[in-house]
Every structure is written in structure tokens, then in C-alpha cells.
């Protein structure tokens, strides 16, 4: 089983998929980690082609851990991928589509190991089954403010053009599926965002803890 949360940078979505996974004792599962996991090594090893981080990800070299730590070849990557320079470059690995069906297909089979929590710009099309899927939106004034918090060093500027790219992208562009519940948390704190979806996750069989 498995609830997807899509939104555009600084809409709170690593945040409230943290909250959730762990209020419903699910597993959550950051897309965006992969990505950047497979450019920083791609970045030290320069081997930006597809058949090599493919198989990367297909000779189980890339471990996924809960709430966005990621290891290669052994290395704790969780503090790396979160660097300017990474994001700079994310996009010559998210765009080439055998990685992001290899990435996605990943994502699927660590789901039906346990229950999870999927965030990303493109898990509602990944999971296309999920039992509730989220797109989550705030303003861009807000939006660029929660990144300043955060600390990753992105101006509102940069933050800005990235999302018009992940818009415009071809390849997992950032989009809401037609059957995807908008949630816009431009005044809502992240535990009012987690319990407005547990109150659309609960009909849909979804069990929900008390309390």
C-alpha cells in the first residue's frame, strides 16, 4: 500500500511525508534522494550515462534508508546530495528516461516490502494504483521562505526557475495526476496538512492510528 505526495520545491513535502510515515508506521520513501544520490556519484565518478547508473541501481549498489538517507557503494551520501552544487546538476540524471523508469521501478519494489509513504514530483504516475494520491502547493513567496529556513542555499530566484523547469520537463515533469487531492498548505502547519490527508486516507481503507 502506498500514498504518494507530489508538489514543487518548498511546498513541504519531505516534511509532511516524514510526519505521515511515521504517524501511520509506514516507510517513507524520498524519489528525489535516489536522484540525487545517483548524480553525486556520477559527479565523482563522471559517468553520467544511463546504462551506468542503471546498473547502479539494478546491482543493489544504492540503498534507499528511511526519511531520505542514502548510501552508495557503502558511503552515507545523506549530507552530500543536499548541497547547491547537486541540485545544479540533478537534472542531467532525472532526465534520461531508462533512469527514471529504473529509479521508479526501485521505488516499487521497496513498496512491496512494506507500506509507504512515496514524495516526489512524479510518484502519482509512478504509482499509478496508490491508494490516495496528494499534490501539495503553497505560495511561491511561502515557498521560497521555507527553503531560506531549511538552509539548502537556494535563493527564491533559483528556487523559482527550477520549478518552471520540473514544469516543463518532458521526462517526470512535475504535474498533478488527474485523480491526485490538492492540498494547499500556504497557512496550514505540517501536522494540519498530515491530518487533512488521513481524513482522505481514512475512507479509502487507509488504517489510520488514533490519536
Known amino acids: 500500500m502506498v500514498i504518494t505526495l507530489d508538489g ?19 516507510r517513507h520513501l524520498d524519489s528525489g534522494a535516489v536522484y540525487r544520490a545517483l548524480t553525486c556519484w556520477a559527479m565523482g565518478s563522471g559517468a553520467f550515462s544511463a546504462p551506468a547508473l542503471v546498473a547502479l541501481l539494478q546491482e543493489g549498489r544504492l540503498v534507499l534508508e528511511d526519511a531520505g538517507r542514502v548510501q552508495v557503494d557503502g558511503q552515507d551520501l545523506s549530507a552530500a546530495i543536499r548541497t547547491p552544487a547537486v541540485s545544479a546538476e540533478v537534472w542531467r540524471v532525472a532526465d534520461l528516461t531508462a533512469v527514471r523508469a529504473a529509479v521508479n521501478a526501485h521505488l516499487r519494489r521497496l513498496v512491496e516490502a512494506h507500506p509507504s509513504v512515496a514524495e516526489g514530483r512524479d510518484m502519482g504516475q509512478a504509482f499509478p494504483d496508490a491508494v490516495l494520491k ?35 520537463r518532458t521526462v517526470g515533469g512535475l504535474q498533478a495526476v488527474p485523480d491526485a487531492v490538492h492540498i494547499d498548505c500556504t497557512a496550514l502547519p505540517p501536522q494540519g496538512v498530515v491530518d487533512r490527508i488521513l481524513a482522505e486516507a481514512a475512507p479509502r481503507g487507509v488504517p489510520v492510528p488514533r490519536g
Open 8 to 26: 514543487p520545491g518548498g511546498s513541504g513535502k519531505s516534511t509532511v511525508a516524514s510526519l505521515l510515515a511515521r504517524r501511520l508506521g509506514w
Open 134 to 168: 496528494i499534490y501539495l502547493d503553497a505560495h511561491p513567496e511561502e515557498r521560497a521562505r521555507r527553503r531560506g529556513v531549511q538552509g539548502t542555499g537556494e535563493t527564491a530566484e533559483a528556487l523559482a526557475a527550477r520549478v518552471e523547469k520540473d514544469l516543463r
